[in-house]
């Protein structure tokens, strides 16, 4: 039998076996809410870090709002859509499927740049939550996650929310930027272009317009004291410096046209051999002319190809090759197949090129080192730039390669393509 005096303490035995139970149970709740909650925390930031690298590393950010929609759905369970701004002046981009509501929610927030919604300090009665897409001085967008009605995210989810927004609104002003930059150093390219064409368009117009125009007063003022070879000369300065005018402007007009995007080409089957012929009897009306000899090999397919542009290209190399090269020394035009090509090399005898201008003499307005000359050569600089535009332009490739014994060979290359068989003759 149990003492009196114990059992008078059971009760409290009890109670406070009770409390000291209940406090354990509260400990032990607290330890694994903590732990829930760190848990939780820990999760949180690796989601943020992994679409932060994602981020860092974009060159389109927008390309990847799919993964901030699904980020914010996984962390808050529920409906999500985007706006985003990534280019000033631009249409916006939506993504997903809101409603006219929420679309003009999405506008309001990207216009303010800061959260409307359950949770914040604006529009707190409206049903779905908008989230600024933040860069460092302005909104780029907006997301929305739609149906939390009255009840606000939980302090953590918001905070995550709002700084995956912020990584993406960061990486489109880091985009935006940079696309600022390019245009601009492409203006600038454009602007330093330009003042070099005018350039070197002014003065290369110069020397043949003052050769015109002191011909032209000659005739003029002493036509009647001149004798017929006087006349003739200064007939023939006029013609062959209106000549050189009128090819700088083709060549120039031309470059301009091939640069521009979307250029057409008036392309059609032509016979190698009736392109060479056309130049040589061009070339042939310059008393320089018989210098040029050409070499085409026989029975070569036809070539799809611009005619026209071809002509010029020919023209320029040509020109180039007679100009550079000592007054004795034969230019050769020289046509032959390779492979599944067709090449066009016009070969000099000139001085060559240093190696270091071998590329660049093909860049506008560049016409390498001219110290080996005594007089220097006319030309803008405009001619080589547009051959090379004219074989890109052909799917071709314009190269320079250095003869053994001095001189340039300028290779043309053309790809060939399947002719279509002609008809046979009704017999």
């Not at 009840?151 to 929310?161: M, R, S, Y």
């Not at 007939?235 to 470059?255: K, W």
């Not at 050769?332 to 000139?350: I, K, T, Y």
């Not at 001219?370 to 074989?391: D, E, H, K, N, W």
């Amino acid at each position: 039998m149990i003492p009196r005096p114990v059992v008078q303490f059971l009760p409290w035995i009890a109670v406070g076996s009770l409390m000291g139970l209940a406090w354990a149970g509260w400990r032990l709740r607290l330890a694994w809410q903590g732990l829930q909650a760190a848990q939780r925390a820990a999760q949180l930031e690796r989601a943020l870090r992994e679409f932060g690298d994602l981020m860092r590393d974009a060159d389109l950010p927008e390309a990847h709002v799919h993964e901030l929609l699904q980020a914010l759905a996984g962390n808050t369970g529920l409906a999500t859509a985007a706006l985003l701004r990534p280019s000033p002046g631009a249409q916006d981009i939506v993504v997903g499927e809101p409603d006219a509501n929420a679309l003009a929610g999405l506008q309001l927030c990207a216009d303010g740049g800061r959260a409307l919604g359950p949770g914040t300090d604006h529009h707190a009665e409206e049903p779905d939550l908008y989230l600024p897409l933040r860069g460092r001085d302005t909104a780029l967008g907006a997301v929305t996650l739609r149906g939390l009605g009255t009840e606000a995210l939980a302090v953590d989810q918001l905070a995550h929310a709002q700084a995956l927004c912020d990584q993406m609104g960061l990486a489109l002003q880091r985009r935006r930027v940079q696309d600022e930059a390019r245009q601009s150093a492409e203006l600038a390219e454009t602007q330093s272009t330009r003042n070099a064409m005018l350039a070197a368009i002014s003065h290369d117009y110069r020397t043949p317009l003052a050769t015109i125009m002191g011909s032209a007063s000659a005739l003029q003022t002493q036509g009647d004291r001149l004798t017929t070879a006087q006349r003739s000369e200064l007939a023939s300065r006029i013609v062959d410096e209106t000549a050189r005018l009128v090819r700088l402007t083709d060549n120039t007009l031309q470059l301009a046209r091939l640069g521009a995007p979307g250029v057409a080409l008036r392309c059609d089957w032509e016979s190698a051999e009736e392109i060479v012929g056309a130049a040589l009897r061009r070339v042939r009306r310059r008393p320089d002319g018989e210098r040029v000899k050409a070499r085409i090999e026989p029975e070569l397919p036809l070539l799809w190809c611009d005619a026209a542009l071809m002509s010029q290209l020919l023209d320029n190399l040509i020109d180039n090759a007679l100009k550079y090269s000592p007054a004795e020394a034969v230019v050769e035009l020289v046509v032959r197949r390779l492979g599944s090509e067709v090449m066009f090399a016009v070969r000099d005898r000139g001085p060559g090129i240093d190696p270091a201008w071998r590329e660049r003499v093909f860049d506008a307005f560049q016409r390498g080192d001219l110290a080996a000359f005594s007089q220097r050569p006319p030309g803008s600089g405009v001619g080589l730039a547009l051959c090379r535009a004219i074989a890109e332009a052909h799917d071709g490739a314009l190269s320079l390669r250095p003869r053994g014994h001095g001189g340039c060979s300028f290779e043309l290359r053309l790809p060939l393509r399947d002719a279509p068989e002609l008809p046979e003759a009704a017999t």
